[in-house]
């Protein structure tokens, strides 16, 4: 029998374990499988409240993955038939410019134009910014291999206007980032590959040759909200493998023949383990296995991240369905608000409004400078119906509003990352038994976690079954 030991219940702990579990199962080794988690539930930032009838995702909202391999996973852990789309009609994403929403022309994939009829008609762009952005068909690929921000790799291709008015809210929506600081070459490869095989995006594109067409990517939810998934990852782990509450401090090397390590909890008797997989938040593991590694600690703690805020807000419809279409809209840096990003969620999603009510979720990003971090929940509610007035002309005042605050919310793959992961991986070669996944190693959306947790897991039960 062998301990493996779990450190997080997060989205990418709940699926190593699961992982590791079923392995074990089909292989026929015997293990003895922890998770520790020192918040009072599982999930991490897969939050569902449910308010008033109201179905509120304090975190993600939904998964952008595979749709085969996505459904065939949940299918496994018997939520499959849960599983829904957006609703028709919801397509489509607005950009608030100078005041006013202006909706993002059609042809826009991985984040940039890729068709210049839609772009040359846009009303987005100047007649300058677009004759700028035509010739990116003309633009050089980059030389040498050094890694690049996203925001030059736009600008550089497709001109500055673009990227203040198109780009910049969609890459920093995604990792709520700084894209001026984000690695191209670690959070959006798709695009440095791109490059370096066709040279332009445009000409690639109409090549087909992108992983978008490749593969049949969407975004699905569930209908009683995203905690759903976490939910029934924990069942599947068995909730007697759980131990909520648990705060592990450290692990140090065991005194045995073998490669064992105690993991050491506050309040309880260390738990001798022969592998652990760490699946917390970079900074957290730096702290766990300072004493251990003071170098792979440095590394982990100098991962970033940055603070997210949502707000969701409860609505009659009478006072803005007429106003909710498309999925939502994103803010430029550039139009100095508070608000980065705003999803209708009932527009968008079934089941997260009562009838004659909608839900509206609000994103505030600590990317950039952000005086919304300095308010309390009230007055973070009221900035947020303020500027959605102004935004969206709703008038209608909110039935309630539901602030979650993540102080560290996203991790941030700054230029040079993917260098700090390859240091990280050559100092833990020499541990054996000692195991990392999260969504600061290698994606930081659901599907990309549960795909990596996977691997980690099947690195664990080669490992198990070699000793």
Known sequence: ?????????????????????????????EISLIVFERGATAGGKIVTDKVNGFVIDAGPDSVVAERQKFEEFCGELGIG????????????????????????????????PAKLAPLLSTGMISPLGKARAAMEVLVPKKSGDSDEDAASFVCRRFGREVYDRMAEPLLAGIHAGDPGHTSLRCAFPVLEEIERKHRSLILASRAKETAAHKKDVRFESFANGMAELTSALSAAVGLENIRLGKNVRRIARAETSMPKYLVEIDGDAPVLADAVVFATQAYEAGKIIEAFDKGVAALLGGIKYVPLITVSLAYRSAGVSDKMTGSGFLVPHREGRLLSAVT??????????????????????GAYSNDAFALDDDALISAAQVELKEAALITGKPLFGVVHRWDMGMPQYTVGHRERLDDLRRRLEGYSGIFMTGAWSNGVGIASCISNSEAVAQKVISYISGI
């Open 1 to 29: 029998m062998r301990t493996v030991a779990v450190i997080g219940a997060g989205i990418s702990g709940l699926a190593a374990a699961y992982h590791i579990k079923k392995l074990a199962r089909e292989r026929g080794a």
């Open 344 to 365: 209708w969620s009932s527009s968008k999603w079934n089941r997260r409004a009562p009838e004659g009510y909608d839900l509206v979720r609000c994103y505030f990003n």
């Open 81 to 112: 038939r849960d599983l829904i789309e957006p609703k028709a009609g919801s397509e489509g994403v607005s950009v608030l410019l100078d005041g006013k929403l202006e909706r993002l022309p059609d042809g826009m994939r991985l984040m940039l």
